[in-house]
């Protein structure tokens, strides 16, 4: 597969943006690793083994387990997950799936229920740069390092 169009270095400015949106979610408040659940959850979805490489990699290096990462595309089947990250594995995978339908009431409420408002809009910005992300690694056919 050959490689296509680096942003980066064709229009740096449209790439700083994204780097924009990273910089507030490192700043946000938002768990590092709950953060690293939602890039590798969303890069299933998506197909971005580009990203599903940094992220599982980015993880693991914070502490994650190889087993929850493992079972992460099964998550609603296992009990490794805290009641906060299925909420948000939820709302992630809703927000990465919306040809399938709206956020439903009871998937966004149950994410209100467990995340601060601040914890809420964070995760809201984190499903979109890594949905973002997905979609120009796999545009451009960024290839794993």
Known sequence: METRINISKVDPKAYEAMIGLEK????????????????TRASQINGCAYCLNMHTRDAMELGETPQRLFLLDAWRETK??????RAVL???ESMTLLSNGQVTDDIYKNAETHLTPNELA???MAVVAINGWNRIAITTRTLLD
Not at 24 to 39: R, V
């Open 24 to 39: 507030y979610l490192m700043q946000s408040g938002l768990d590092k690793t709950l953060y690293e659940l939602i890039k």
């Open 80 to 85: 490794l997950f805290t009641d906060k990250e």
């Open 90 to 92: 939820a709302l992630t």
């Open 122 to 124: 964070a995760v809201i």
